[in-house]
Nanobody, 130 residues
Framework: QLQLVESGGGLVQSGESLRLSCVEHGYLLDYYAIGWFRQAPGKEREGISCINTNDESTYYADSVKGRFTISRDDAKKTVYLQMNNLKAEDPAVYYC???????????????????????WGQGTQVTVSS
């Protein structure tokens, strides 16, 4: 049974940092992209950073570019999201998700019509106080 388990969320002050982790438990068929998504109350889920696992290309949403960094450690079957300089607009539940069909990093994050086809973790809450 495959599971994606996110951790690392919490409460921080504006300007501080967090590192989220997404650990793959169990067996997963090869996937082509993996990324981080977030959903704030009353808002649509958005893809903020994704990575194509074939060419290691990455995508960042404009809202996080320059502040967040996605990385992978295949040996640990873990994907990270380093979040620096957290802002008031960053609080949300953060999810990781994989694509079993080929997408570029940008497509993986931005093709919302395919979100239902992704494999999702359960999410981790990030809260930022000003």
């Amino acid at each position: 049974q495959l599971q994606l388990v996110e951790s690392g969320g919490g409460l921080v002050q504006s300007g501080e940092s967090l590192r989220l982790s997404c650990v793959e438990h169990g067996y997963l068929l090869d996937y082509y992209a993996i990324g981080w998504f977030r959903q704030a109350p009353g808002k649509e889920r958005e893809g903020i950073s994704c990575i194509n696992t074939n060419d290691e290309s990455t995508y960042y949403a404009d809202s996080v570019k320059g502040r967040f960094t996605i990385s992978r450690d295949d040996a640990k079957k873990t994907v990270y999201l380093q979040m620096n300089n957290l802002k008031a607009e960053d609080p949300a539940v953060y999810y990781c998700a994989t694509d079993q069909q080929w997408f570029s990093a940008q497509e993986s994050c931005t093709k919302t019509a395919h979100y239902d086809n992704k494999f999702w973790g359960q999410g981790t809450q990030v809260t930022v106080s000003s």
